[in-house]
């Protein structure tokens, strides 16, 4: 591989907005939930600077008109990291906001919701210990007289899907279908940066890009947005 020298240019200067500038913006949201999330886009814009501003020349003392943005692979990776923090913080907002919906609302809550934090599991309680028999073309099935009932089990929120949370948000009116299928399509996107999917999206000629990127932004601040006027409603 080619030696480069790397460097910042055009600008060299970043100034970085505090914690509780970004927080305020997630103030709806808890406390601890909204720190978490001010930090990661604390660190998203830095980044989207750096990638703005990051240059390689060939040359070890290059001039102004020596340095070039970077490409292919390498920024393509500053661009994957991004996505998979955008959607990171889509998810947590939703999770936050949902969670407490369904707390709110108990047995009340909208089914799509309580899917998302509720496991529904078949139980069989055995009757009787005589076995009964059962003609059923083209065989005959045999087995023990049981009670069958459901039993609701909570989720750990590490159980909790995106997909779920996602389905949910449009059930319940944070946002309408075509905003979901954005959020959809960042949590494919996600889903598409381990390494068997990359395989996949990069023999499609989908390699991750500067518009994706922004595309993960836009959907970040617009849930944003929802989120708050669902919430302030």
Partial sequence: MAERTIGVYPSNRYKFRTNAAYRALWVFLPRPRAKIIAEQLTYLDFHEWLMDNLRHASDTDPTDDDWSPLVFSVAEGFYKTDVLLYASVCEAALYSVLHSHYIAEGDLANQAVKDCFVRVEDRFHQ???????????????????????????????????????IRAGEAIRIYDTAFRRRLDNLREDRNSIHLAKQIERNNQLRAFQDEDRAKAKKTTEDLRIALHAFVTQ
């Fill in 127 to 165: 009757v009787c210990g005589h076995e009964a028999s059962l003609a059923l073309h083209p065989q005959t099935v045999t087995g023990h007289l049981c009670l069958h009932f459901t039993h609701e089990a909570p989720l750990s929120s590490s159980d909790v899907k995106f997909i779920s949370l």
